[in-house]
């Protein structure tokens, strides 16, 4: 019997002697052993107690994964709407950003407006400032030669005083 075929397996119920009469097993029921042994899965054969066992424990490991997975799923999903919520604030403080830049360029703008209008100004007063100055320089010129001329310079009076 080393085939492993189903109809070598088959083995109808053994109702003849188990034993001849020097206590030894029969053929008949040395085939029927061997019948069941083949069918029971060789020398460990089964036992019923412990599979139930080994599957509740399985049950048991597959329900605590599914309970894991679960916790780890709402913690992704939490995480997740953290992470919209950050981006959200995130494209907002970029808007913010891009305004204040906006702001900050105008207003460098404005001040080199107000720096270049300074700067007119200043040298708009430069200029009428110096020909003021000049004015007044060219009056004190003209004031000291009429106060020149109209002196009497000592070569004058020593004409006048040897006429």
């Known amino acids: 019997m080393t085939e492993s075929s189903a109809s070598n397996y088959y083995m109808p119920y053994y ?28 020398e460990p054969g089964t036992d019923a107690a412990y599979n139930v066992q080994q599957t509740e ?6 329900n605590k994964a599914e309970a894991d997975a679960q916790s780890a799923l709402s913690a992704a999903s939490a995480a997740q709407g953290t992470a919209s919520s950050a981006l959200a604030q995130a494209t907002q403080a970029e808007t913010d950003a891009q305004q204040a830049l906006s702001a ?48 009497t310079w000592p070569s004058q009076l020593l004409q006048s005083s040897q006429a």
């Open 15 to 42: 109702s003849g002697p188990v034993t001849d009469q020097n206590g030894n097993p029969t053929v008949g029921f040395t085939r029927y052993q061997l019948a069941l042994f083949n069918r029971t899965g060789k």
């Open 57 to 62: 424990l399985a049950l048991s490991t597959a």
């Open 104 to 151: 900050a360029n105008q207003a460098e703008l404005d001040a080199q407006s107000a720096l270049k209008a300074a700067e007119d100004v200043l040298i708009i007063t430069l200029l009428t400032s110096s020909a003021q100055v000049a004015k007044t320089a060219q009056s004190l010129d003209d004031a000291a030669l009429m106060a020149a001329q109209s002196q």
